[in-house]
């Protein structure tokens, strides 16, 4: 898997709308989805280069697919 670091977590909710998501609720943490999957984004900044890995792959996204919308 190649090393992705940790990003802001309104970096990571603009590649995510990117992608086909949009927000669904925002509280402690935002919640999107494209219809099918849903997302849940920490306000952390930066979120953690374990949990964006995370998020990543319940978005059915690769890692590259993800940096490309970066």
């Given at each position: 898997?190649?090393?992705l670091p940790g ?21 402690k943490h935002i ?32 890692v590259e697919e ?5």
């Amino acid at each position: 898997m190649p090393k992705l670091p940790g990003i802001p977590h309104k970096r990571a909710v603009k590649a995510f709308e990117k992608a086909g998501y949009w927000i669904a609720r925002q509280g402690k943490h935002i919640t999107m989805t494209n219809g099918i999957r849903i997302l849940t984004i920490p306000r952390a900044n930066p979120i953690t280069a374990f949990t964006m890995g995370g998020i990543i792959k319940d978005s059915g996204l690769t890692v590259e697919e993800f940096k490309k919308l970066l």
